[in-house]
């Protein structure tokens, strides 16, 4: 059964990919910056546990609070599942596919056929929109349609682990009544402010991003392997799905894009300064590649800083937009 009126959202970011796909089938089609930013995505943490082989350093929002806050604001209808049947598992994701509604797949995307790179993510997004007797097949931010083995993705969704889920699955309706998208930017971009300037503990929001400037120099002093840790560091910060400098651009352009649309001169000055945010975002990760190479500290020491200056602007900005 394959869903033949599907397109695939083209994205950058898994979360946004998946559900922006799943919002085209319905007829609503937002740039991937502006579902971002309507989800509240913005953000940041910094974790370290024992058991864990360095540091994680992340700039959204929690796993699946942004497709929440999609479909609230847009006033949109969201159904999700989870088990720990894989049986009951399919049998959710088949009877959507079978009545035409593709669904979104929270999963592991280290045992799906196509990704070639081998690492273990359970946080991993895609949208699926149909099946056959050996295949699934899906919409990935980082491929297109593809489509992986229906054993691969019983493995996939059923991975245990950070992030992981109890096969999550999910899907998009409309209701009655419409949204402002005037409105509903405006109170996005306050609720997402207010987040990130009132974490509930130190390591998240702006307050994360400074104590990480100073837990970045304690991380190379104590690192086993600089090379792999700062470089993998840097990848996931660029490329790993984030839209360039650790969901910066997207929210720039977010920002951008909501100027456009209301006007309101408080978001063009907030624009200037996430413009600004990103390339220093640009910088850090940079400097983490040359400190993989080098091994040398000087380049922590100036990320270190970079950081600092990135908490104060970006606490500034949230600031702003509080008043909007």
Known sequence: MIIENFTPFNGQHCETTATGSLLKYIGIELSEP???GLGEGLGFIFWNMKTMDCPFIGGR???DAL????VRNLNLKLETQETVSVKKAWKNVKDSID????VGLKLDCYHLDYFTVKIHFAGHYVAMYGYDDEFAYLADAAHGRDKTSLKSL???RNEKGPMSSKNLSYTIQLKDGNYNLREVIVRAIKNNANDYLNPPIGNIGYKGILKTSGEIIKWFKSSKNIGEEFSTTAMLMEEAGTGGALFRNLYRDFLKESYQITENNILRQAYTIFAETASSWNQVSFLFKETAKTKDILHIKKASEILADISRNEKK???LL???
């Not at 497709?67 to 999609?70: A, E, F, L, V």
């Open 34 to 36: 502006m579902l971002f």
């Open 61 to 63: 929002i929690k796993q």
């Open 67 to 70: 497709t929440g806050n999609i």
């Open 99 to 102: 009545n035409k509604i593709p």
């Open 154 to 156: 019983e493995l996939a």
């Open 317 to 319: 900005a949230m600031e």
């Open 322 to 324: 509080l008043t909007i």
